[in-house]
């Protein structure tokens, strides 16, 4: 029997898909809120991070141990991430178990209890969380950049949140944001593994009735404006993103998009890799990502150089971004498709990352999108798309974040008119 793929949408609003997947004896489920940092105020920054620690924290029927035996005791796994456009929360459990794992989502969910002592023990986790990240610099160095992007609006503040915020963060405030934005219509159901659709419907009826309906405005669009950071700090690596705008996940452009990160970073026979790394030797880590939104994207470059190849670095960059828009071949073309088409596929044979894209598809298009159709719109993207959406990106106003020894980097001046030439 072929995999299938269900969709019940309840009267409250809530949204339940599922993929039945025979083969397998495990099963996926989770509940994925379309709410993130960028539905954040200034003065709220972080609130959906800490929210998302707190709700493993105690319910009205288990506490915070009572949660995690509940879940090993049966041998299954329970998780949650916060991202600047999604909370997700989910469990991987043997078939059998789904009933309990419905049950704990939905408990933590609905029936939080944001007991203060969990709150000032959780506070401590995470202002140790925003230490480390500030003193990891290739992961601090992407908030900069969304920072720099996005400047003064919900969507290039950081998802952590800032020490003075989440110190003076009260329960209050975590009760009233969920109870705002955790909604029937915010929050998409998905389930994937060896299930049944109706049972996955029956359990989400009766452990997430609590959730309330009402409808919760849309987030500030986001703006585009670019600029540079630089940030010296003695460390024996320089890093750097360069970046673009570019396009949403709706955008007829995407996937053309995604083809063109592959290509020039996206593995070790792409073009950053075999000019910057393997002939010139300039960097340890290269490479480029396509970051997509619900209204916006970026397209941006990282690399971690030595203090004395960063001059040499940023100006080989951009002549590779020049390069491509030359032209290339089409086995460099077929190869980039032949990666993207590999990495979703690969992707459907997990129930974990089978259930977070059925819940993408809700949440993006309102519908389940079969992989056939994907694969089709991914071999159908041509050289002359890439060479098109390629002019156009790298034309954008530039972003520019820099961590380390970084005072032998061009200006952004020097940057801007190297790519305009």
């Known amino acids: 029997m072929p995999d299938t793929i269900e969709v019940t949408r309840l009267d409250n609003g809530l949204t339940i898909i599922t993929e039945r997947m025979d083969r397998v ?33 105690g319910t009205e029927r288990r506490s915070a141990a009572q949660i995690a035996e509940d879940i090993e005791n049966v041998g299954g796994y329970i998780n949650a991430y916060t991202a600047r ?31 203060d002592a969990e709150i000032e023990r959780e506070r401590g986790v995470i202002l140790q969380e925003i230490g480390q990240a500030n003193d990891t610099p290739d992961d601090i160095i992407f908030d900069q950049f969304q920072e720099r992007a996005f400047p003064e609006q919900p969507m290039g503040r950081p998802t952590l949140g800032s020490e003075e915020l989440v110190s003076s963060m009260t329960r209050d405030t975590l009760m009233s944001y969920m109870r705002e934005h955790y909604t029937t219509h915010n929050i998409t159901i998905a389930a994937a593994g060896n ?38 700090r003695e460390l024996d690596q320089a890093h750097l993103v360069m970046g673009f705008p570019s396009v949403s996940y709706l955008h007829p452009d995407h996937y053309a998009v995604m083809i063109l990160s592959t290509l020039l970073g996206g593995g070790m026979s792409s073009r950053l890799f075999q000019e910057i790394r393997e002939r010139r030797g300039l960097v340890y880590s290269v490479y480029s990502f396509a970051s997509p939104f619900s209204d916006s994207g970026l397209f941006g470059l990282y690399a971690g150089t030595g203090e004395d190849q960063a001059a040499e670095l940023v100006p080989v960059m951009i002549d590779e971004l020049k390069r491509l828009q030359d032209g290339l071949s089409e ?65 954008g106003t530039p972003t520019f974040t820099a961590i380390g020894p970084v005072g032998t980097m061009p200006s952004l001046e020097d940057i801007t008119a190297r790519l305009a030439a």
């Open 331 to 395: 086995a460099e073309l077929s190869r980039a498709r032949a990666q993207l088409k590999s990495s979703l596929l690969m992707s459907l044979e997990s129930t974990g990352s089978r259930c977070e894209q059925l819940a993408r598809q809700i949440q993006v298009h309102n519908r389940p999108v079969p992989t056939s159709e994907t694969v089709a719109k991914i071999d159908a993207v041509t050289e002359a798309d890439i060479l098109r959406v390629a002019r156009i990106i790298f034309s």
């Open 195 to 232: 299930l049944h659709h109706q049972d996955v419907v029956d359990l989400v009826k009766e452990h997430f009735r609590d959730l309330p309906s009402h409808q919760t405005p849309r987030p500030r669009a986001a703006a585009y404006e670019g600029g540079e950071l630089r940030t010296t």
């Open 25 to 57: 004896e495990t099963v996926s489920f989770g509940a994925y809120v379309s709410i993130g940092t960028r539905d954040e105020t200034a003065a709220n920054n972080g609130v959906s991070h800490f929210l998302e620690h707190m709700a493993f924290k």
């Open 85 to 115: 456009e999604t909370t997700a929360y989910y469990v991987k459990l043997l078939k059998n178990d789904l009933a309990l794992g419905v049950d704990i989502i939905g408990d933590i969910l609905t029936h939080s209890t944001f007991l």
